[in-house]
């Protein structure tokens, strides 16, 4: 006979299990993407390798070339005087490449289980990583193999964000959902600081191993995510998460036994086992289309290629930046760079915290947008005045730019994934992020490319591009925040209703 503290006991340790099993797969896909990450970043550290001031080396006893050729220390075919152009096309090769694979990236995802398309992703990625840096081992000097490599990287790169974010999403409801995937997020800043330190190892000696030892790394991950990945809570048997709240009946049968935590879960179990014992029937895969007919799509699309124009441009010409404006050197600026993704981890934190509190993700972002665009134009003016007023605004500047992107890009693709449109229909996910993060990413290969334009004419202009695109960012969202203001508003007087009556019936 059942005791009757058994239901509670039992629920307490079907919690436990929940919660080990959700905390794992966190832990699991912030490793991945942090390897991700990891791999990219070798190639902003080895330019300067690529390309020297041949001046301050010391030539080798053994050197055949003549005692005029003053590019002999640097790497063909990144030896001449259009050596920027060239380690441009090399970093928009991998740009361009992945903000088109976004889009289609999304919708295999779809189709096909995470595990193995995540896997597959990783131990590609390992692979063309590796064979950039085997380029130095194999000696090669022709432009079309180091951009063609990008070019590949950058398209099997798109089978990792899509697939972290749904199965972030498969496990954790709305209610946390904000602020877990703001900490979570934080893999970003985390691998391009490993992949900054490894490929410093070797940049100086052989710094092919830059890239072939994030490249192995990487592989490795691959295949700890086949053997180790769980794509649902239920394939665990454990409680699926809640995407929806719908106030009007929580609130009506608050008292039934039936919508108790152990009952929801009692039934989660059921249908699972149900399902293993008949076959049910798998919900379709949303289309392209289908996916940007769902409510806030579109506007958070377009708003993050705006905020992630602004974001990388940051990422690619800030330690330059400062390099020239405030005359530290290239170390020293390298250093001093790093605050500002310093900031985005804090920035995403508290975007995800506060658009939980108040369940308005656009009206979050808008607010920091609306921040970040006079932010942006004093950094420019007297943010290199003094060593502690760059240090403060670089960090304010980084979050109130990467929180929104951070937001979007997580939390935000996960709500739309799961949107109460799609009826239940949780595999829309892959597809939705896809979307979003691959218009995004047409806004980082813009950013870059038209700071290097607009650079020759003054670093005024090219803050005045920032703040026009953070502008242009926050007013994409407007007609979102207005339908959060309103739905703030219902909830508001409702709330004031149910107090008069409560008071009335006393």
Not at 69 to 82: E, G, I, R, V
Not at 129 to 145: A, D, M
Not at 166 to 189: A, E, L, Y
Request: glycine share 10%; net charge neutral; hydrophobic share 45%.
């Amino acid at each position: 006979m059942r005791s009757s503290l058994a239901p509670g006991i039992w629920f307490f340790r079907a919690f436990s299990r929940d919660s080990w099993f959700q905390g794992f797969i966190l832990l699991l896909t912030f490793l991945i993407y942090t390897c991700y990450h990891m791999s990219r970043k070798p190639i902003s550290i080895v330019k300067s390798r690529l390309h020297q001031n041949c001046s301050e080396q010391v030539r080798p006893i053994n050197d055949t070339r003549s005692l005029n050729d003053t590019m002999w220390c640097s790497w063909a075919p990144f030896d001449k005087d259009n050596y920027k152009e060239l380690l441009g096309a090399v970093d928009n090769a991998f740009l361009v490449a992945y903000a088109i694979g976004m889009f289609i990236s999304g919708v295999f995802g779809e189709r096909l289980p995470l595990r193995y398309y995540l896997s597959a992703g990783m131990l590609l990625s390992g692979l063309f990583t590796s064979l950039f840096g085997l380029g130095y081992f194999w000696n090669i000097h022709v432009l079309w193999y180091f951009v063609v490599i990008q070019v590949c990287n950058g398209l099997v790169q798109t089978t990792g964000w899509p697939s972290v974010v749904t199965c972030v999403g498969n496990w954790f409801g709305k209610g946390k959902r904000g602020f877990i995937m703001g900490i979570w997020n934080s893999h970003t800043s985390v691998g391009n600081i490993l992949g900054s330190l490894i490929a410093g190892i070797w940049v100086n000696g052989q710094w092919g191993l830059s890239f072939v030892v994030p490249g192995i790394i990487t592989a490795i991950m691959g295949v700890i995510t086949f053997l180790f990945l769980i794509e649902h809570p239920e394939d665990v048997d454990c409680t699926p998460p809640q995407h929806h709240s719908e106030p009007t009946e929580n609130q009506d049968n608050l008292e039934d036994p039936g919508n108790s935590p152990y009952s929801i879960r009692e039934s989660s179990l059921e249908t699972v086992a149900k399902c293993s014992k008949e076959p049910c029937e798998e919900p379709a895969a949303i289309s392209f289309f289908g996916a940007l007919r769902i409510p806030g799509v579109v506007e958070f699309s377009l708003c993050l290629l705006f905020a992630k124009l602004v974001s990388y441009t940051f990422l690619y010409w800030l330690p330059l930046y400062i390099f020239n404006v405030a005359h530290f050197s290239a170390k020293e600026a390298g250093d001093l760079s790093t605050l500002f993704d310093a900031g985005g981890i804090i920035g995403g934190i508290m975007a995800g915290l506060i658009s939980d509190y108040t369940n308005g993700r656009a009206t979050t972002c808008c607010v920091m947008l609306i921040l970040a665009a006079p932010m942006m134009f004093l950094y420019n003016h007297i943010g290199q005045d003094g060593i502690t007023s760059s240090i403060v605004m670089l960090i304010i500047c980084g979050g109130l730019v990467n929180g929104p992107y951070a937001l979007i890009t997580t939390a935000v693709s996960a709500d739309l994934g799961t949107h109460k449109s799609l009826k239940g229909n949780a595999k829309a996910l892959s597809t939705v992020t896809a979307i979003i993060d691959g218009t995004g990413s047409i806004g980082a290969a813009l950013g870059p490319l038209l700071a290097g334009l607009i650079s020759p004419t003054g670093w005024n202009n090219v803050f005045y591009m920032l703040i026009s695109a953070d502008i242009l960012a926050c007013l994409l969202l407007c007609r979102l925040v207005y339908k959060e203001i309103l739905a703030w508003k219902v909830s508001l007087s409702r709330g004031s209703g149910s107090s008069m009556v409560l008071t009335h019936q006393r």
